[in-house]
């Protein structure tokens, strides 16, 4: 299997891992009555398999993100960093100039 794919199946297991604690968590501490309404109206295993597939989704794709993004090579030893400014003159420095405005409540007669 290609490495891709496998950091991908790993990630993803990973993060579903993370979405069961989390869900688990949200039921332990009975975040928003969480608990009472899985556990006692009709349909609410389903919101809990639900909350727990969403998560699983977001915490996988997040989790291989962050694989992903932390494979980078710096190619280009003097990447990231700033080079300092050329040196100014001072026909380069910006002057402020002053525009004439009309007041308009003297106009209006």
Do not use: C
């Amino acid at each position: 299997m290609p490495k891709l794919v496998t950091l991908y199946i790993r990630q993803a297991t990973m993060g579903f891992a993370l979405s069961g604690v989390f869900v688990g968590l949200l039921m332990y501490f009975d975040v928003a009555n969480l608990w009472h309404l899985v556990t006692n109206v009709s349909g609410g295993w389903l919101a809990a398999a639900l909350l727990f597939l969403f998560n699983g989704i977001v915490f996988g794709g997040v989790q291989f993100g962050i694989a992903v993004m932390a494979m980078a090579r710096d190619d280009d030893p003097d990447s990231g960093r700033r080079r300092p400014e050329p040196v100014r003159g001072l026909a380069d420095v910006l002057v402020p100039i002053p525009v004439p405005v009309k007041d308009e409540r003297r106009m209006r007669h």
